[in-house]
């Protein structure tokens, strides 16, 4: 044999490793008060509470115009948390362009269809404590309080809501107090989604004690402090955290970057995982699950 005449072969190049990789989770963007759309896997819309009222007092942001129904877009799915104005007003205008399934406590259902004008077989009741599966999600749902006992008997909501033409808002309206319906959504993608409002969070610790939301949309009530917003977030088992009705605190802690910063401040001396992020009105964003490349090992802890 002739070493000579043996050709060595040629090395291959190595693959090289990924630095990073990116998966959608979602998207969303908040409108006004609860009112949020979320873009699902698949392309199907969510909104919750639809409000965007085209008064200029209630956007209470003199660069950001008022949401028309000609932007809104496609919507899928609405959920309603509780049947007050401020919660419900623009359901009409979602249906303009839209023929979605309204989920809602069954107690106040024939109401919303009655004040509003929406086809009962549009409408999916449902019963607080009750798991129920649609096409692009799978729902699990919780009673809450909206107010504390013995302090607002009810909320008319003023010129700003009223409308005399409308008799049938009064007995939708007179519900908001009673009803108060929170929720947990669990994607196809097995992402979860986590809607916690109002003022009593027991039942929501207990039932997410071992299953903790990916998203967190927690009501900032008006006079909530950062550091009790924090507790609370922690409490749910938050990981990301949206507030909700953050417009309603215009008048007091109005700036809501800081809050935000404060929350995340909080969460970071207790050394909890969780952080808050303060959306931009009307601005969509997208929300994404991702590994990249850690300069430092001590980045990764």
Excluded at 89 to 100: C, E, I, K, S
Excluded at 175 to 193: M, R
Aim: include cysteine; glycine fraction near 4%.
């Amino acid at each position: 044999m002739n070493l000579d005449k043996i050709v060595p072969l040629q090395e291959k190049p190595e693959t090289p490793y990924q630095t990073s990789i990116t998966i959608p989770c979602l998207k969303f963007r908040w409108i006004h008060a609860q009112c949020f759309q979320f873009e699902l896997p698949g392309g199907k819309v969510l909104m919750t509470d639809p409000f965007f009222p085209q008064h200029p007092k209630a956007w209470k942001e003199k660069t950001t115009p008022p949401l028309t129904t000609a932007e809104l877009g496609r919507v899928d799915y609405v959920t309603i948390n509780h049947s007050h104005f401020d919660h419900t007003a623009n359901l009409p205008d979602v249906f303009q362009n839209n023929r979605p399934t309204v989920i809602c406590d069954r107690i106040f259902a024939r109401e919303l269809s009655a004040a509003f004008h929406i086809p009962e077989a549009c409408i999916h009741p449902i019963v607080p404590g009750l798991s129920y599966h649609f096409e692009d999600f799978m729902l699990n749902t919780f009673s809450g309080n909206h107010t504390d006992l013995g302090t607002v008997s009810n909320f008319d909501g003023g010129e700003l809501f009223a409308d005399p033409r409308n008799p049938a808002i009064g007995p939708l309206n007179s519900y908001g107090c009673l009803y108060n319906t929170n929720y947990a959504f669990t994607l196809k993608n097995g992402f979860s989604i986590g809607f916690a409002a109002g003022v009593d969070l027991t039942d929501l610790r207990e039932a997410w004690r071992t299953c903790k939301p990916g998203l967190l949309l927690r009501q900032r009530i008006a006079t909530t402090t950062a550091e009790k917003y924090a507790e609370e977030c922690r409490s749910l088992g938050a990981q990301l955290v949206l507030p909700m009705h953050q417009d309603a605190s215009s008048s007091e802690n109005c700036d809501m970057n800081l809050f935000t910063q404060r929350v995340n401040e909080k969460f970071a001396l207790e050394n909890h995982t969780a952080r808050m992020f303060n959306p931009k009105r009307l601005q969509w964003y997208s929300l994404e699950s991702r590994i990249c490349l850690s300069e430092k090992a001590e980045d990764l802890f």
